[in-house]
């Protein structure tokens, strides 16, 4: 069965940081591209970071403005989003999703996780 498991999230001061994690299991991510998602309160899911096979890395916004950044671990199976320079409005539930090979549009990917919640609050 095709999972993915983000772990990470919590509760974060006004510039603190926080890494999420995004385990894959019945799959190799090797060969997908994983696109992380933001989920605010009332919000539309809006995309994050996208870093295809080949290591090209999407900016879906400029919201975060060079403060997160997305790595992979093939050995680990695992993509990761360090996030930095958190600020309150980067409170939402975060999610990786999969697809092969390169990153595209939040309606093309085939594999979701859970979310995992990020709070920003002093």
């Known amino acids: 069965q095709l999972q993915l498991v983000e772990s990470g999230g919590g509760l974060v001061q006004p510039g603190g940081s926080l890494r999420l994690s995004c385990a894959a299991s019945g799959f190799t991510l090797r060969s997908y591209a994983i696109g992380w998602f933001r989920q605010a309160p009332g919000k539309e899911r809006e995309g994050v970071l996208c870093?295809?096979?080949?290591?090209?890395?999407?900016k879906y916004a400029d919201s975060e403005k060079g403060r997160f950044t997305i790595s992979r671990d093939n050995a680990k199976n695992t993509i990761y989003l360090q996030m930095n320079s958190l600020k309150s409005e980067d409170t939402a539930v975060y999610y990786c999703?999969?697809?092969?090979?390169?990153?595209?549009?939040?309606?093309?990917?085939?594999?979701w996780g859970q979310g995992t919640q990020v709070t920003v609050s002093s």
């Open positions: 870093l295809d096979v080949s290591g090209g890395i999407i």
């Open positions: 999703a999969a697809r092969h090979y390169y990153c595209s549009g939040l309606s093309d990917y085939d594999y």
